[in-house]
């Protein structure tokens, strides 16, 4: 929820009435948190994330193991690049 950052509104003239607010404070802090939030959903935190749960689940008795042949990811296995398309 990133309602303490943004302004939610619920109409235009809502809208234009939060945009005049906005331009006319101090959103130092606001920025700051948005970008401290921003940090946290980059692609790489992101992918670092699911690789610490396939670990994690991987790491259980009895799970399954995968085989780098079985995937995708690049730090996970084997890079697939696309298809090369024709004329």
């Given at each position: 929820?990133?309602?303490?950052i943004?302004?939610?509104v619920?109409?235009?003239?809502?809208y234009?009435?939060?945009?005049?607010?906005?331009?006319?404070?101090?959103?130092?802090?606001?920025?700051q948190?948005?970008?401290e939030?921003a940090?946290?959903?980059?692609?790489?935190?992101?992918?670092?994330?699911m690789?610490a749960?396939?670990?994690?689940?991987?790491a259980?008795?009895?799970?399954?193991?995968l085989?780098?042949?079985?995937?995708?990811g690049?730090?996970?296995?084997t890079?697939r690049?696309?298809?090369?398309?024709t004329?």
């Amino acid at each position: 929820n990133y309602g303490d950052i943004v302004r939610l509104v619920d109409t235009p003239e809502d809208y234009v009435a939060a945009v005049r607010q906005t331009l006319n404070e101090d959103n130092t802090d606001r920025i700051q948190r948005g970008l401290e939030e921003a940090n946290k959903k980059t692609w790489d935190v992101i992918v670092a994330q699911m690789e610490a749960l396939v670990e994690e689940a991987e790491a259980k008795p009895g799970a399954p193991r995968l085989t780098p042949s079985s995937t995708t990811g690049t730090s996970r296995g084997t890079r697939r690049d696309p298809p090369r398309q024709t004329r």
